[in-house]
C-alpha cells in the first residue's frame, strides 16, 4: 500500500524497456513482511494486545476502514497485473537461498532497485534477498541502482556483512549522497549518487495512466505510513489560509470523521497520480510524495 514503492518499480521497468531490454519484475516477499497479513490488517496487531488503549484505536480504525481497505488492494493488484511484468511466482527469501529457486527466464542481469532495501533492521539485521546473495543471481551479473541504507548506522560486524554481501556488484549506486558516501569509505571506490527512478520518467509520461479527480485547486495532503496529527492541523491551517480545499490520500481515512476534511483512503495508484497532478500545493511526510510534487 506504498504508493512510492509501487511507482519507482513501475519507472524502473518503464525505463529499462523503453531502452530495449527485455525487464520483468521479481514477486519477492521480504522477510520482515513474510508474515504480513494485507486483507486483514488486524491481525499484525501483534504486540498492541498488550496495551488496550492502543489496541481499541487501532481496532476502530481497522473496522472503519475495512472495506476501504479491500478496495485498495482490488487496485493495487489491478496495477500491477495490467501495467508491469512480474514473475509468475513469489519468492521468499528461504525460496532464494536456501531452496536455491531460479526466477524464471533465466535471467542475465539482477538489479537491485531502489528505496530502503539496503537498511539494517533490529529483528533481522540485512535482508538477503534485497542484497542478491542467492544461487541465481551468482550466475549473473549484479547491479545495484539507488538503494537507500535508511536512517540507522550499521556496526562493525554489521559493516563486514555488507562488505561481503556486496563486493561482488558489477556497480553500485546510491539514493543519497550520505549512503554513497558511506559505501565508498566501506568499499574504497567511488560510488555514484544517482536519482530516485521516479525522476526517470516524465510529468507527461505520468499523466498517460494518471486518473485526475474532477476537481482542481486544491491543497493536497498526503499522509505516508506514519500519521503526524500537527501535520494534518498545519495543512488545514495553510489550505484555510489560501482560501482552498484541503483533501487528504493515504492510510487514515477515519481523518474525515476526526478532522472534517475530504479524505481519500481507497486510492488506486492511477488515482493519487491524478491527485498530485492537479494539485495546487502539496503537504506531505514522504519522500516520494516530494518527488511526485517536483515531477508535477
Request: with cysteine.
Amino acid at each position: 500500500f506504498n504508493y512510492g514503492a509501487a511507482l519507482h518499480g513501475y519507472a524502473f521497468q518503464r525505463y529499462l524497456a523503453e531502452r530495449g531490454c527485455d525487464v520483468a519484475v521479481v514477486d519477492y516477499i521480504p522477510k520482515e513482511l513474510e508474515r504480513y497479513h494485507w486483507k486483514w490488517p488486524i491481525l499484525n496487531a501483534g504486540r498492541l494486545w498488550r496495551n488496550p488503549v492502543l489496541m481499541l484505536r487501532y481496532f476502530i480504525r481497522w473496522v472503519y476502514s475495512a472495506r476501504t481497505n479491500l478496495r485498495k488492494l482490488r487496485k493495487f493488484r489491478a496495477f500491477f497485473d495490467s501495467r508491469m511484468r512480474v514473475t509468475d511466482r513469489a519468492y521468499t527469501e528461504r525460496d532464494l537461498v536456501e531452496g536455491g529457486a531460479l526466477v524464471e527466464g533465466g535471467f542475465d542481469v539482477f538489479v537491485c532497485e531502489s528505496d530502503v532495501i539496503w537498511k539494517r533492521n533490529d529483528r533481522v539485521a540485512f535482508d538477503r534477498g534485497f542484497f542478491l546473495s542467492f544461487p541465481a543471481a551468482d550466475r549473473a551479473r549484479k547491479i545495484a541502482y539507488a538503494p537507500s541504507l535508511g536512517g540507522v548506522p550499521m556496526n562493525e560486524d554489521e559493516m563486514r556483512t555488507f562488505i561481503r554481501y556486496v563486493r561482488d556488484f558489477a556497480a553500485i549506486s546510491c539514493r543519497e549522497r550520505s549512503g554513497a558516501e558511506e559505501i565508498g569509505r566501506l568499499l574504497g571506490r567511488d560510488i555514484p549518487w544517482v536519482i530516485d527512478p521516479t525522476l526517470l520518467l516524465t510529468a507527461a509520461d505520468y499523466a498517460k495512466i494518471a486518473i485526475p479527480p474532477k476537481e482542481s485547486g486544491y491543497v493536497l495532503l498526503y499522509t505516508c505510513m506514519r500519521f503526524n496529527r500537527n501535520m494534518v492541523r498545519e495543512a488545514k491551517a495553510y489550505a484555510r489560509r489560501l482560501g482552498k480545499r484541503l483533501i487528504e490520500v493515504g492510510n487514515y481515512g477515519i481523518n474525515r470523521l476526526v478532522f472534517g476534511h475530504r479524505t481519500i483512503d481507497d486510492a488506486g495508484i492511477e488515482e493519487w497520480l491524478g491527485l498530485f497532478m492537479n494539485a495546487d500545493a502539496v503537504i506531505c511526510n514522504s519522500f516520494h510524495g516530494i518527488c511526485f510534487s517536483v515531477i508535477f
